[in-house]
């Protein structure tokens, strides 16, 4: 028996759990820039995540309407198109996939999945307060007044 034409690893999963997983190691590896997993799960999310990236480089409606479908996060797809595709200054090879030995329960490899290039959060606006509130109510005092 051969394994032509078997793509991917199942890691034991269903279809679902697998996608899931996949989606879940995604959001990670873009919120945090780098996340420490099995070798398997990084060799294994690499090439959607750099899909995603490139995808993401485009920076059009569709594209980040495709993005967000993909994660299944708005936010994250937002951030994914506002924030780390504009500091990406690659055509390809965005991940790096660095091992770090085996782990302790179950021997099993471990690696670390990170950006090649360095991706810096940009700071959030501060929030305005919310003054247009307090004329109102004076407003309405004044109004009270005169009758």
Same mark, same amino acid.
């Given at each position: 028996?051969?394994?032509?034409?078997?793509?991917?690893? *199942?890691?034991?999963?269903?279809?679902?759990?697998? +996608?899931? !997983? +996949?989606?879940? !190691?995604?959001? %990670? !590896?873009?919120?945090?820039?780098? @996340?420490?997993? +099995?070798?398997? *799960?990084? /060799?294994? @999310?690499?090439?959607?995540?750099? /899909?995603? @990236?490139?995808?993401? /480089?485009?920076?059009?409606?569709? %594209?980040?309407?495709?993005?967000?479908?993909?994660?299944?996060?708005?936010?994250?797809?937002?951030?994914?198109?506002?924030?780390?595709?504009?500091?990406?200054?690659?055509?390809?090879?965005?991940?790096?996939?660095?091992?770090?030995?085996?782990?302790?329960?179950?021997?099993?490899?471990?690696?670390?999945? %990170?950006?090649?290039?360095? @991706?810096?959060?940009?700071?959030?606006?501060? /929030?305005?307060?919310?003054?247009?509130?307090?004329?109102?109510?004076?407003?309405?005092?004044?109004?009270?007044?005169?009758?």
């Amino acid at each position: 028996m051969h394994r032509h034409g078997y793509k991917g690893r *199942k890691f034991g999963r269903e279809t679902d759990q697998r +996608t899931a !997983l +996949t989606r879940g !190691l995604m959001r %990670s !590896l873009f919120k945090y820039q780098a @996340i420490n997993t +099995t070798l398997a *799960k990084a /060799k294994e @999310i690499r090439r959607p995540a750099e /899909k995603l @990236i490139t995808l993401a /480089k485009r920076g059009d409606l569709a %594209s980040r309407r495709l993005v967000i479908a993909r994660l299944d996060d708005t936010e994250m797809g937002n951030y994914l198109v506002d924030v780390i595709a504009p500091q990406v200054k690659r055509d390809s090879g965005y991940l790096r996939i660095e091992r770090n030995g085996f782990r302790v329960g179950d021997n099993t490899e471990m690696a670390t999945i %990170s950006f090649v290039d360095d @991706i810096k959060d940009m700071p959030k606006p501060a /929030k305005k307060a919310a003054t247009k509130a307090a004329p109102k109510a004076e407003k309405k005092a004044d109004k009270k007044e005169e009758k």
